[in-house]
């Protein structure tokens, strides 16, 4: 090695790095900068005042101050382990979801247990539901299921649910209860909303007080449906069992708990996990068709209503094994970021109006918990499958795109990403009730009728001027197949204006007029839509 400053250089694996001595990397500055001395900060005289020059105290200081992160709106408390699912039967028939149909084919997860309502650093034992949010990360990108421990929810519509929190949340002049359901605010929205009853009965169960993280049950709680290779959709409820069957304390042991050890759950899970105690659940699924759904007594896109098993068996289709403790609890477990949006192609939504609104609040919440549109370049919140598109910039960009294309469509770049319109993600198709479609109207389809009128509305030296500057514009630009392109598209307004601007171009043959560059799908009216336009 070499010496530098004290410390020496060494060469590992090709890479020059610093060491202090001994085995241990020297500590440096942000910038690499090795430190001579970390215990005492640059000073005037050893009894004067402390230098504004020194980089090394501002640095670390500056950074400590900005260490938290805002917690989670609610379910701050949680604890994260890295795992695995593997399926076991393939649901081909009713999903081309690759998670649900590739056999044997272990996807790894990450899953985060919480609790709702008390902060990052309040005790793991109150009576509340457990949040249960499991990440795939699976080879068609990120399918993020965020459950909890019970399978229905207090509210039925998301317009609701901050009203639901700010009822059990801390009051907001007492600054208590820190995560108790135990005050008069939570009790006084609950007699007033007489759709939590049966969440209720749930929550003053022993389930909201439960021995360990590794002995819940989950539930995706919403309807969501399947997508086979046909475009057909079943419904699907999706449930986690833990090997370990469900266990709970009593209510006189909670308490106790609490009390002994605020990290009772955190720690009973850090130690099976690192003792190699490896918890197991089972991955079951409701399935059911519309034709089903509408024979149940009560709608299945109400989140207050679970599906009873009488009515339809559960089917278990695979299993999720936790096994390997995140390296760092901030870079993991703090920053990843669920979201009910999370789909991959063969899965999507139902109406539900619950799930509907949290579709879009989890990535808002995220942007200002985060503090950038990039968040999901952190580690833990990347596919682990390829990813591109032509988003850009934005606060801590960490991926560099290559070349000039950062648009869709375009005919510049070979290497520029584009859409995989077969296996893409398509939602429900319009035919199916509560059905959607990616679609435009044929009544939006003519786009030169309008250019044509204006142009031959101009007077002939306005047409001159209207020829010379697309000449000019366009004897700008490289790529002569966009200047052809363009005046294809001309030939549709104006023949002769096209002639005018390839003359101008010194093309020798007028190049052939486009078809639309996307052709226009013919939209299937759904009824309701037929209704509105008879009206
Ligand atoms: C966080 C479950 C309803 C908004 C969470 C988490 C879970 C969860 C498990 C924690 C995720 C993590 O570990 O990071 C559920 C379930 C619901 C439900 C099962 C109903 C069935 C709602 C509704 C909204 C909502 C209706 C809003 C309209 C949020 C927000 C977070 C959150 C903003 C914080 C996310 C973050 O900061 O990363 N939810 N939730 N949730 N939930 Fe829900």
């Known amino acids: 090695g070499l010496t530098l400053n004290g410390n020496l250089q060494v060469a590992v694996g090709g890479e020059v790095h610093q060491i202090a001595g001994g085995e241990h990397p020297a500590l440096t500055t942000n910038q690499g900068v090795p430190l001579s001395d970390n215990q005492n900060s640059l000073r005037a005289n050893p009894n004067g005042p402390t230098l504004g020059e ?35 039967t393939s649901l081909k028939q009713y999903t081309t979801a690759r998670i649900l149909t590739e056999v044997g084919e272990r996807t790894p997860v990450f899953t985060r247990f919480s609790t709702v309502a008390g902060g990052a650093g309040s005790v793991d034992t109150p009576r509340d539901v457990r949040g249960f949010a499991v990440k795939f990360y699976t080879k068609e990108g990120n399918w993020d299921l965020v459950g909890n421990n019970i399978p229905v929810f207090f509210i039925q519509d998301a317009i609701k649910f901050p009203d639901l929190i700010h009822a059990v949340k801390m009051e907001p002049d007492r600054g208590f209860p820190q995560s108790a359901t135990a005050h008069d605010t939570f ?28 002995m819940i049950e989950g539930f995706g709680v919403h309807s969501f449906r399947l997508i086979n290779d046909s475009g057909e959709s079943t419904f699907v409820k999706f ?11 009593i209510w006189d042991e909670t308490v106790k708990i609490s009390g002994a050890d605020q990290d009772f759950h955190r720690r009973d899970m850090f130690d099976a996990i ?61 920053q990843i970021a669920f979201c009910p949006s999370h789909l991959v192609p063969g899965i999507d ?28 370049q952190i ?55 509560g059905g959607k479609g990616r ?16 142009y031959i509305s101009q007077t002939a030296y306005e047409q ?58 013919e939209m299937k009216p759904s009824p309701a839509l037929q209704i509105i336009g008879k009206m």
């Open 54 to 88: 020194d980089f090394i105290l501002r640095e670390k200081i500056t950074h400590f101050d900005h260490e938290r992160i805002p917690e989670r709106v609610v379910h701050a408390r949680g604890t994260g382990v890295h795992g695995f699912f593997e399926l076991t």
């Open 187 to 214: 009790w006084d929205f609950i007699s007033l909303t007489p759709e939590s009853m049966h969440m209720v009965m749930w929550i003053m169960s022993d389930r909201t007080i439960p021995r360990s993280l590794r």
């Open 239 to 249: 449930h986690w069992r833990p090997k370990l069957g469900l266990q709970s304390t």
């Open 274 to 334: 690192t003792s190699g105690n490896f918890p197991e659940w089972e991955f079951a699924v409701q399935l059911f068709t519309q034709a089903e759904a509408d024979t149940f007594p009560f709608d299945h896109l109400d989140p207050t209503k679970l599906i009873p098993e009488e009515l339809v068996p559960l089917k278990v289709i695979g299993r999720m094994v936790l096994d390997r403790w995140p390296n760092n609890f901030f870079a993991e477990t703090e």
């Open 349 to 376: 939504f139902s109406n539900d109006p619950l799930l509907q609104g949290r579709l879009f609040s989890y990535h808002d919440t995220q942007l200002s918990r985060l503090g950038t549109p990039n968040f999901h």
């Open 379 to 433: 580690p833990i919140n990347a596919p682990k499958c390829p990813f591109s598109n032509q988003q850009r910039d934005g606060h801590m960009q960490m991926a560099q795109q290559a070349g000039r294309v950062a648009y869709d469509p375009s005919s510049l770049s070979g290497e520029s990403p584009r859409e995989t319109p077969t296996n893409g993600f398509h939602s429900a198709a319009i035919t199916e009730p």
């Open 439 to 454: 679609i435009r109207a044929a009544s939006f389809a003519d786009h030169y009728s309008q250019a044509r009128l204006f």
């Open 464 to 521: 001159a001027h209207i020829a010379s500057a697309l000449v000019f514009e366009l004897s700008k630009v490289e790529h002569v197949h966009v200047r052809e392109a363009i005046v294809g598209h001309l030939r549709h307004i104006d023949e002769a204006l096209a002639q005018r601007v390839a003359a101008g171009l010194g093309f020798n043959k007028i190049p052939d007029a486009p078809v639309a560059a996307r052709p226009v799908q």
